[in-house]
């Protein structure tokens, strides 16, 4: 089985500033993906950024990068110089052999 | 590129009254999902789809949700009573295979109801 845990219901954050939104896992797969959707209040899932296990550099999309801690099995997002935008809930997901699981999400507010 | 289509985005019923949602993933995705999502939790996975046969139904209610995708593309996921726990997002996604570095596209969503 796999389980994915995110540890911070709710983060607030000044704009411009960065924030770091934490990631845990648990799998005995060998290869897996993880992501990170953003979904605002409108509701739509909008993916954000991917690293596999194998990579080994961390990945970067823009202001958002993910810090891949493997042995710790950690992925955390980082949002560089936070927009008011940015405010919405974050999901770790994971895909391996088993069905792609979420975490429960943390809602993320960013104060102007 | 055209996304996942859902409809309809809005339900209202009453407890054990029947309804049914659609979807259509994005053209030449294998792979389609159909999650739950409950008010502040995450996303559920109910079923998923490699073309026109089941990967995993595991969580599904067999009681009162079915789901079916006859060829391969278009799904419609349907639930009969519905429960006043029923009430949820219901988000279809697809991706193009099920490889494991793919990420799923996903739909709006469908938000029901059940008073």
């Known amino acids: 089985a796999q389980k994915i845990t995110q540890t911070q219901p709710g983060m607030f954050v000044q704009e411009k500033e960065a924030v770091t939104l934490d990631c845990t896992y648990d799998?005995?797969?060998?290869?897996?993906?993880l992501f990170w959707y953003k979904q605002p209040s409108s509701g739509e899932m909008i993916f954000l950024i991917y690293q596999g296990s194998y990579d080994e550099q961390n990945a970067t999309e823009g202001r958002y990068s993910l810090n891949f801690q493997k042995a710790r099995k950690s992925a955390n997002l980082v949002i560089s110089a936070s927009q008011l935008g940015d405010s919405a809930m974050y999901f770790c997901a994971m895909r391996g052999s088993y069905i792609p699981t979420f975490g429960r999400g943390t809602s993320l507010i960013v104060h102007p | 590129e055209a996304g996942v289509a859902q409809s309809p985005r809005y339900k209202i019923i009453e407890k054990r009254q029947s309804v049914a949602f659609w979807c259509n993933p994005i053209s030449g995705h294998a792979t389609l999902y159909w999650y739950q999502q409950i008010l502040g939790q995450g996303p559920k996975l109910l079923i998923q789809?490699?073309?026109?046969?089941?990967?995993?139904d595991s969580q599904l209610p067999k009681d009162r949700f079915s789901a079916e995708r006859l060829k391969g593309v278009d799904s419609t996921l349907k639930i009969q009573p519905a429960k006043l726990e029923d009430s949820a997002v219901y988000l279809c996604?697809?991706?193009?295979?099920?490889?494991?570095?793919?990420?799923?596209?996903f739909g709006e969503g469908s938000r029901l109801t059940v008073l």
């Open positions: 799998t005995s797969d060998q290869s897996y993906g």
């Open positions: 789809f490699q073309n026109n046969g089941v990967v995993d």
């Open positions: 996604a697809s991706s193009l295979g099920l490889a494991n570095t793919g990420e799923l596209f």
